[in-house]
């Protein structure tokens, strides 16, 4: 049993639902918490990552930042699955398209999250493991994507540890970006890798679902507008996922 609060968010487990979507930008899910949840409570605010409860459609949900990168997506999914009885986290994020098959403003529905972290070391595992979505989630968020009408893709997304990379120098095949998309990776983001591994080792879990805010192949970048239309596309997947949990 940990003691609360734990180091890094100021509740006690029965704050929180046993679903939480995460957006990265905390200030994200006080816009969710005040947009599409009822009767939400503030459950954390340390560092200002802050965290709602309420329900939506009936069904209690919670909401909080993950932060940006492995590692704090890593801590944050890290205490509430192992202390704060959390089942399931559903990382709703943006990324940047990296295959011709996905288009802007598309959903990606994360099957598998390649990286190039070094997070899963701490495992000590004898080969390299792959990081996958549950399937329950992915089966229940693809079902609501089809209801919902949704131009979506499925299958591995990146979760790279820069944003700003430094192969500019290389030739253009030899970039990151272009083998990685070799290999079929849809779109990149920074978070799904860890979620993955920690809800696995917690026997929990998880799901990433992001919108391709920019395209790194076309060039294509979205307006604030449209990144929030289709950011309201996500979360309402996200949370009509989470009602059939
Ligand atoms: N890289 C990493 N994460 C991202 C990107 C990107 O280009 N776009 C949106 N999230």
Redesign the pocket.
């Known amino acids: 049993m940990a003691n609360y609060p734990t180091p890094h968010i100021n509740a006690t487990p029965d704050d929180f639902a046993k679903t939480v979507l995460m957006p990265g930008d905390p200030l994200r899910a006080k816009f969710i918490a005040e947009n599409f949840l009822e009767e939400a409570v503030q459950v954390n605010s340390v560092r200002n990552m802050l965290g709602f409860t309420g329900f939506y459609k009936g069904e209690r949900v919670s909401v909080m930042g993950s932060g940006m990168g492995i590692p704090s997506i890593g801590i944050y999914s890290y205490e509430l699955f192992n202390f704060f009885g959390v089942e399931n986290i559903i990382r709703v994020g ?3 398209g990296m295959s011709e098959k996905v288009k802007i403003r598309d959903v990606v529905i994360g099957m598998g999250a390649c990286t190039n972290s070094n997070f899963v070391k701490q495992f000590h595992l004898p080969g390299d493991y792959a990081p996958i979505a549950s399937w329950e989630l992915l089966e229940a968020c693809v079902n609501k994507a089809k209801e919902l009408g949704l131009n979506y893709n499925v299958g591995n997304v990146l979760s ?1 540890d820069t ?1 700003y990379g430094d192969d500019g120098c290389l030739p253009d095949e030899l970039r990151g970006n272009a083998l990685w998309a070799k290999m079929g990776v849809l779109a ?3 978070e799904s890798a860890a979620l993955y591994m920690n809800a696995a080792r917690a026997g929990k879990n998880a799901l990433g679902i992001f919108t391709v ?2 395209h ?1 192949i076309t060039g294509e970048a979205t307006s604030a507008e449209e990144r929030q239309n289709s950011f309201t596309d996500m979360m309402k997947l996200a949370l009509e996922t989470a009602t059939v949990l």
Do not use: N, Q, Y
Request: proline share 0%.
């Open positions: 943006t990324a940047g790279s944003f990149v983001e920074m805010s920019d790194l």
